[in-house]
């Protein structure tokens, strides 16, 4: 069964992938932004934020990171809307495949294409002056961190791609999770916030995870931090799956 799994995953991811080296122009699109924000901040802004010491672009990239995923996953869930309302799934459940292997292509597919997105955002960090002294182990944690991110946020993409009834309410529900970096520690530190915005802003998911990575590319020591990112991230992975997997058996019942 689960050879039989694997199998049917990896050629409907196959179909998948193809779809995105057809249209790499969504990729492109989806680090956009991002690097938009980059500049803006870096050049504009960048001089009147005190956030210790270093570039401020090194400051900045984890949180900028952070962007590129939760836009880039808006695409996922526009993805499984088409495929819903095109009847894909119907017509692949009429074949002899495992059902889940169909959704499980569309969380890879999400996880390759945010894998180019966070490159090209990377890439252009570097040509603005971003430098770390991180080892292979620390650019490896960070990886892990990125893609369990990646994980997280495209499992609760899947909800709204499965039971959304339009376009618009598709891509609606990226809106906070690309703002709610601002209100971390992703731009300036927590410390100068007022009160109310500093209270949620140091205990919500995305303020720890900046942390976690901020640490290893700077070689400071991660504490508990990391931990609490962690933490948060499979949380959110374990809720969101449960709902889509409820969501998915119903439409496909």
């Given at each position: 069964?689960?050879?039989?799994?694997?199998?049917?995953?990896?050629?409907?991811?196959?179909?998948?992938?193809?779809?995105?080296?057809?249209?790499?122009?969504?990729?492109?699109?989806?680090?956009?932004?991002?690097?938009?924000f980059m500049?803006?901040?870096?050049?504009?802004?960048?001089?009147?934020?005190?956030?210790?010491?270093?570039?401020?672009?090194?400051?900045?990239?984890?949180?900028?990171?952070?962007?590129?995923?939760?836009?880039?996953?808006?695409?996922?869930?526009?993805?499984?809307?088409?495929?819903?309302?095109?009847?894909?799934?119907?017509?692949?459940?009429?074949?002899?495949?495992?059902?889940?292997?169909?959704?499980?292509?569309?969380?890879?597919?999400?996880?390759?294409?945010?894998?180019?997105?966070?490159?090209?955002?990377?890439?252009?960090?570097?040509?603005?002056?971003?430098?770390?002294?991180?080892?292979?182990?620390?650019?490896?944690?960070?990886?892990?961190?990125?893609?369990?991110?990646?994980?997280?946020?495209?499992?609760?993409?899947?909800?709204p791609g499965?039971?959304?009834?339009?376009?618009?309410?598709?891509?609606?529900?990226?809106?906070?999770?690309?703002?709610?970096?601002?209100?971390?520690?992703?731009?300036?530190?927590?410390?100068?916030?007022?009160?109310?915005?500093?209270?949620?802003?140091?205990?919500?998911?995305?303020?720890?995870?900046?942390?976690?990575?901020?640490?290893?590319?700077?070689?400071?020591p991660v504490?508990?931090?990391?931990?609490?990112?962690?933490?948060?991230?499979?949380?959110?992975?374990?809720?969101?799956?449960?709902?889509?997997?409820?969501?998915?058996?119903?439409?496909?019942?």
């Amino acid at each position: 069964m689960d050879t039989h799994f694997f199998g049917d995953t990896a050629v409907l991811l196959g179909r998948s992938l193809k779809h995105i080296t057809r249209s790499l122009d969504t990729i492109i699109t989806t680090a956009i932004m991002p690097v938009a924000f980059m500049l803006l901040f870096v050049y504009v802004f960048g001089g009147a934020v005190k956030h210790g010491s270093g570039s401020y672009v090194t400051y900045l990239l984890p949180g900028i990171l952070l962007i590129t995923i939760a836009s880039g996953i808006s695409y996922t869930a526009y993805r499984l809307f088409v495929d819903m309302k095109g009847g894909i799934f119907e017509r692949f459940q009429s074949m002899p495949i495992a059902r889940s292997s169909v959704l499980w292509s569309h969380v890879l597919t999400s996880l390759v294409a945010n894998l180019i997105s966070l490159v090209v955002v990377v890439g252009v960090a570097l040509l603005m002056g971003f430098r770390s002294g991180a080892g292979v182990l620390a650019w490896l944690a960070i990886a892990g961190i990125l893609l369990l991110f990646t994980l997280a946020l495209t499992w609760i993409a899947v909800i709204p791609g499965l039971s959304a009834k339009s376009v618009d309410g598709v891509g609606a529900f990226s809106y906070p999770l690309i703002f709610l970096p601002f209100i971390s520690s992703a731009f300036v530190p927590t410390h100068t916030m007022p009160g109310p915005v500093r209270a949620f802003a140091e205990h919500q998911p995305v303020t720890s995870i900046v942390n976690a990575i901020r640490d290893l590319f700077t070689q400071q020591p991660v504490g508990s931090g990391i931990w609490i990112a962690l933490a948060w991230m499979v949380g959110i992975v374990v809720v969101a799956y449960s709902f889509a997997m409820v969501i998915y058996r119903r439409k496909i019942a």
